[in-house]
């Protein structure tokens, strides 16, 4: 570890106490993987390599693509250089990966803020001298490149060539491309670091205690109903002392997307992430649907439900995801909850297990809570010649190990997707879920087949389904909100006061009238990171979750031969399309009726929770 690292114990030592102790040892990241230190030689030899090789390729082969295209060896020719590219998209990659792992790991801290900062400037101005490549591989006459692209050694790279395609009727002119790149550092970049650096520097003080947002939102799953109430009045107090902030943050990144949209001819609000999924609108628009008409029968009978076993006809917000009353609440350690998800996938695939046991022993992970540290979860591929990391913020909750199980099937996916190289490992977010979701719903049913005890059994599959609405509906809902805001700002800019009323409105239609949505949870929309860093997103998350039910349920009822083609998936990184990847599984995204699959998998563990009243 680096010694910019070192200073762990000395953190964890200010929020931790017994609840560190019952949690056991947790693993923290070796970033030296990567680079020895932020000052490190090699790490400065390699911004140095990256500039000077981007500036000579750009000099050997910008304004020439075209002339390349019209030889005899075309292929060759072309294959040379994309091969080149993609050699410096991975070189690039890893450097800015590093320090945004680094940024990560304590986003509070200046030195590591001015480093991420630095970084990304030197890195915008690489990508810069290469932006030319893709936009004039555009450009190219499409019958020439089609013949090139046919043949070896360009026809490995095809699919990109086919999906870079895809971007033509949104380019602009070069020069408007390189100035829309550089100003993204002082543009909808600097608004996402100062997005970062605010949540991570706010305190929520319950209990007596002074604490991180992660660390209060966990105290909202707290047994005891006053601790719950108290973290949720705290948040609600504190997001309104920062709303100003907030909204500004919120209406910039809208207006800015707003310019960039309307620049590229993208008709609707969302289009441009439709594009970067590789998804069709007319999907996600079914998706929406199906889920929007799917509220009364999931979320808004589950939470009538969940109130009758409070002994109430409606539930505080705060009390929505409680955990269920008269059972038993521990904490689970870091090995258990290891063993647990490294069991799962082992009972699916060794290889899978496998795969997911060099995270642990080779130190791929970041799991403790650390003050600063940014909040959440995530799995970040890096780039294929290095490896995925995992951050965690683990703090022993039976939604923590599921998290683990999520986040290590990303990690899964990213290491079976690498051997496409830098231009094609990396999946749209539509099927960057699948692994993820898959390997929770493994770790679910293992631990769900092992218990005997009915009140645990009942709990278990309430978190399940509380998850699943956390999954599917709620991120509809997000997706809604954003929708109304990005198009509400195209006619002005939005208060603070009109951005909760938009909250409001759509958190009220999803989540029904047995959730009391009191004073305070108005301003729960400011910390949602998605809304900030990638607009749009949030869907994808529901089109991952109704897709793997459809999934398990394949492989519930497969035979044999599921696991060879699950890899197959997989492995394909961003080589295929999802109706391409999906059809060996006998499914189509396309398809209204393919979401009910997943719909009704839901509804079907709603019913056998009111079997159990």
């Known amino acids: ?58 000099e050997l082969y910008r304004g020439k693509l075209a002339a390349l295209a019209a030889r005899e060896d075309a292929s060759a020719a072309l294959a040379e250089a994309v091969r080149a590219y993609e050699g410096l998209e991975d070189l690039v990659g890893k450097i800015m990966s590093y320090a945004g792992l680094v940024y990560s790991g304590e986003t509070t801290d200046p030195q590591r803020a001015k480093f991420y900062g630095d970084t990304q400037d030197k890195v915008t101005a690489i990508s810069t001298e290469l932006l030319f490549f893709g936009l004039e591989l555009n450009r190219i006459d499409e019958a020439l490149l089609a013949k090139a692209a046919a043949q070896a050694p360009l026809s490995h790279w095809k699919p990109w060539l086919d999906d870079l395609a895809k971007d033509k009727p949104h380019q602009l002119e070069d020069r408007i491309e390189e100035l829309f790149h ?109 889920v929007r008409e799917a509220y009364p029968r999931l979320s808004h009978r589950y939470y009538k439900l969940k109130a009758r076993w409070f002994g109430q006809d409606t539930l505080d917000y705060w009390d929505r995801n409680a955990p269920l009353p008269k059972v038993e609440q ?15 996938y082992g009972n699916f695939s060794a290889d899978m297990a496998g795969i997911a046991q060099r995270f642990f022993d080779e130190h ?32 022993g909750k039976p939604r923590d190990v599921m998290t683990l199980a999520h986040e290590l099937g990303h990690g899964v996916h990213q290491v079976l997707a690498g051997p496409n190289g830098a231009l094609m ?85 999803s989540l029904g009238p047995a959730i009391r949505l009191g004073p305070g949870y108005e301003t729960f929309w400011a910390y949602i990171p998605h809304f900030i860093h990638s607009p749009f997103y949030v869907y994808a998350y529901a089109f991952g979750d ?43 995204a396309r398809d209204p009726a393919f979401w009910q699959i997943g719909l009704r998998m839901i509804e079907g563990l709603i019913i056998e929770l009111e079997g159990m009243e």
Request: hydrophobic share 40%.
């Open 330 to 344: 521990r904490t689970i350690p870091w090995t258990e909850a290891r063993d647990t998800v490294l069991s799962a």
């Open 425 to 509: 490992a990396p999946t749209p977010l539509t099927l960057a879920e699948t692994a993820s979701v898959f390997g929770e719903m493994l770790t679910f049913r293992k631990l769900l087949d092992e218990t005997r005890d009915q009140k645990q059994r009942k709990a278990m599959l309430a978190a399940k389904v509380e998850d699943m609405i956390n999954t599917v509906v709620r991120q509809i809902a997000f997706y809604s909100f954003e929708r109304k805001v990005h198009e509400a700002r195209r006619q002005g800019e939005l208060t603070a006061e009109n951005l909760c009323d938009l909250w409001l409105s759509v958190q009220s239609e």
């Open 182 to 290: 550089e100003k993204s550092v002082t543009g909808h970049g600097a608004w996402n670091r100062l997005f970062d650096e605010t949540i991570a520097s706010l305190r929520f003080k319950v209990g007596g205690d002074d604490l991180t947002l992660e660390l209060t939102l966990n105290r909202l799953q707290d047994a005891d109903g006053a601790v719950r109430k108290e973290a949720a009045e705290v948040l609600g107090t504190v997001f309104r002392q920062h709303l100003r902030t907030f909204g500004l943050i919120t209406n910039t990144l809208a207006k800015d997307k707003e310019i960039s949209d309307r620049w590229r001819k993208f008709e609707d609000v969302a289009d441009s992430r439709h594009l970067a999924n590789r998804v069709e609108r007319e999907v996600v628009d079914a998706l929406v649907a199906a």
């Open 546 to 588: 109704c897709l793997v039910n459809s999934l398990y349920g394949v492989y519930q009822n497969s035979a044999s031969g599921f696991q060879e083609r699950y890899f197959a998936l997989l492995s394909a990184g961003g080589t295929k399309h999802h109706s391409e990847l999906l059809k060996p599984f006998g499914l189509d």
């Open 364 to 395: 791929w992970i970041d799991a403790p809570a650390r003050p600063g540290k940014a909040p959440g979860a995530f799995a970040h591929p890096t780039v294929p010649s290095a490896h995925p990391y995992v951050l965690l913020n683990y703090q």
């Open 1 to 58: 570890m680096t010694r910019s690292f070192d200073r762990p114990a000395i953190a964890r030592a200010a929020y931790a106490g017994g609840a560190a102790e019952a949690l056991g040892a947790l693993p923290e990241w070796d970033l030296t993987h990567l680079y020895p230190a932020m000052d490190s030689p090699a790490f400065a030899a390699d911004v140095e390599r990256a500039a000077a090789e981007a500036r000579r390729f750009a």
